[in-house]
């Protein structure tokens, strides 16, 4: 019956994946079968976490997210947990040789969104764009490699510049939600008044330096996850290029996106490319 509750735990991780992220779903379905249930695992972890220190407002955020730190640590212990998310990432962490550090450190970069608002230093900044972000490119990373450890080694640096890339993306699409609703904002000595056009360039020009790094990465691959994580690279590629195209200005003031058929259209070119061993 542990074998039923497991299957069950999963499902429950992958509809949190189909109804929280429609791109990072899609991009997990390119994935080989033989690894995407621990992705919708991994997202499953991250996501719920990620909820209760940014949307749970008229709830004590902090005694919830202390909870669940609290439940994640008994189900490694036990290795089950009545709460399925976690009951799932648990078996991943288990079957990946997912280090306990990686876990810890997205722990603290979520426990600093319920009391930091402002990223002063580089360091600061980059401590959490670690935590939040690199960090789970390396749990996913632990999947692709299947136990490969001299592949993971070779690989993070990489994982870890496109884990970067991601975030840095969102952070500059979300700038106007992040500060108004959340009253945050992650770019050092940036803040949302002075945000301008040679602001918004700077940041750009950091994130291509983390996406040409990436890329690299991405043509070593393996052969399960190659494919998928091309895709994701491109869609995120593609919002940059919007970025770039819209003005600081309405940056402010709404959220920017990719329109279904855009996200089509990176999913055929990347399929065309990947066919044609062009990756």
């Known amino acids: 019956m542990k074998d039923f509750y497991d ?3 999963t ?14 779903s899609l991009g997990t379905r390119l994935l080989s079968n033989s690894i995407r249930s621990h992705i919708y695992n991994i997202y499953g972890f991250v996501r ?10 008229s709830y004590n955020k902090k005694e919830l997210f202390e909870r669940f730190v609290d439940d994640l640590n008994h189900s490694l212990k036990d ?23 990686l876990i810890d450190a ?17 360091k600061e900044y980059n401590d959490y764009i670690y935590g939040s972000a690199d960090v789970v490119g390396l749990m ?4 692709f490699v299947s136990g490969d450890n001299d592949n993971y080694n ?31 904002v992650y770019f050092p000595g940036i803040d949302y008044g002075s945000f301008d056009e040679d602001a918004k360039k700077n940041i750009m020009i950091d994130i291509e330096k983390d996406f040409d790094k990436a890329l ?55 399929y065309v490319r990947y066919r044609l061993n062009i990756l």
Do not use: W
Not at 80 to 97: A, E, H
């Open 48 to 57: 719920f976490a990620d909820e209760i220190v940014d949307s749970f407002h």
């Open 7 to 9: 299957n069950v735990s």
């Open 106 to 122: 997205f722990l603290k970069s979520m426990e600093q969104d319920l009391k930091k608002k402002k990223y002063e230093s580089l």
């Open 154 to 184: 070779k690989l993070k640096p990489y994982a870890m510049s496109l884990g970067s890339a991601f975030q840095k993306v969102n952070f500059l699409r979300d700038l106007n939600d992040d500060y108004k609703k959340l009253n945050r």
């Open 140 to 143: 996913c990373l632990k999947v």
């Open 216 to 270: 690299k990465g991405i043509y070593m691959l393996p052969n399960n996850s190659k494919f998928g994580v091309y895709a994701a690279y491109k869609y995120y590629k593609r919002l940059l290029i919007k970025l770039h195209k819209t003005s600081y200005l309405q940056i402010k003031n709404k959220r920017v996106r990719v329109p279904n058929y855009q996200k089509v259209d990176v999913l055929a070119r990347s």
């Open 79 to 101: 290795q089950i947990s009545l709460n399925p998310i976690l009951n799932s990432f648990q078996r991943t962490v288990l079957k990946c040789n997912i280090d306990k550090e």
């Open 11 to 24: 499902e429950c991780s992958k509809l949190v994946t189909q109804r929280y992220s429609t791109s990072f």
